[in-house]
């Protein structure tokens, strides 16, 4: 065989690996070359918008860019309120939704997800409100917040239940917030004692806003973070080829260059998984 022979048999084998993950995924995103993802830039740092330079960052977008480049496809964020990212992907806007979303099993009527972080609940208050809410167990009877578009508030509620009224002491004032940043507005002007966020991300904003936030305990929940895919016949082959993905990353390590990135090697998951939130 001659060399110019085994350079092209050596091309041809270098573009087949190159693309056999593409292959993975439906001809019409082969086609286009890109894979569309809903996201909400109001997550930091799991997704948020860099200040100076409005544009989109953090460990889903990293992680996001990593996935398409291993498929062999490029990715289009579109920006949508977290309450449409669902519907998005029911009305073919979008291929798949990347903002830190709990896989919980009411989700999973319409969706499958592709479990990627482990997260949990994390009480936290304001340094001028913690000589009076130093621990979790001082929360009984106060106002506390988080996002109504998340498991959080029913989560507070149990918590309440077993820690508060099952003591005889008074119950939470569960407050469904807009959003976390509605939470952290909401109890920067004390209209809340304290709040709830995920135990990632509050690390980043202890950083950004030095002397402002106090962790109260540990995280009170554990749960998973999940892409979600629709339960259609396309939807499970883009749910496959994005998981074959991830666990190649995570194989080759720069999953973890990434979670370590963004200071959240401690959010990572054991082994990729579908559909195992709780």
Avoid: H
């Avoid at 519907?87 to 291929?95: A, C, I, K, N, Y």
């Avoid at 997800?113 to 208050?125: E, I, K, L, N, R």
């Avoid at 099952?166 to 004032?173: F, S, T, V």
């Avoid at 809340?192 to 135990?199: I, K, M, R």
């Amino acid at each position: 065989m001659s060399l110019r022979t085994l350079l092209i048999a050596g091309a041809s084998l270098a573009a087949l690996a190159s693309s056999a993950g593409a292959q993975e995924l439906p001809q019409r995103i082969r086609d286009a070359g890109t894979i569309v993802a809903a996201t909400n830039p109001n997550y930091a740092p799991i997704v948020y918008k860099d200040p100076a330079t409005n544009t989109l960052q953090g460990l889903d977008i990293a992680l996001g860019e990593a996935i398409a480049e291993e498929l062999g496809v490029k990715i289009e964020w579109q920006e949508t309120e977290f309450v449409q990212m669902l519907p998005s992907l029911q009305t073919g806007r979008v291929d798949m939704a990347m903002a830190g979303m709990s896989d919980l099993p009411s989700r999973r009527e319409t969706v499958d997800f592709v479990d990627y972080m482990v997260s949990g609940a994390q009480f936290y208050t304001l340094k001028a409100l913690s000589e009076g809410v130093a621990s979790p167990a001082d929360l009984c009877g106060k106002r506390v917040g988080a996002s109504r578009n998340t498991n959080w508030p029913k989560q507070i509620g149990e918590w309440s239940k077993e820690n508060c009224e099952a003591k005889g002491l008074a119950a939470i004032e569960v407050i469904g917030t807009e959003g976390s940043v509605d939470a952290r507005t909401q109890l920067k002007s004390q209209r809340l004692d304290a709040a709830v966020q995920g135990s990632e991300t509050l690390p980043y904003f202890q950083k950004l806003e030095p002397d402002t936030y106090v962790l109260l305990g540990k995280p009170f929940t554990r749960s998973l973070a999940g892409i979600p895919f629709l339960k259609t016949e396309e939807g499970n082959q883009i749910r496959d080829a994005v998981q074959g993905a991830l666990e190649r990353l995570k194989e080759s390590g720069r999953y973890s260059e990434i979670f370590t990135e963004y200071g959240l090697a401690g959010n990572e998951i054991e082994a990729i998984a579908l559909n195992k939130g709780e």
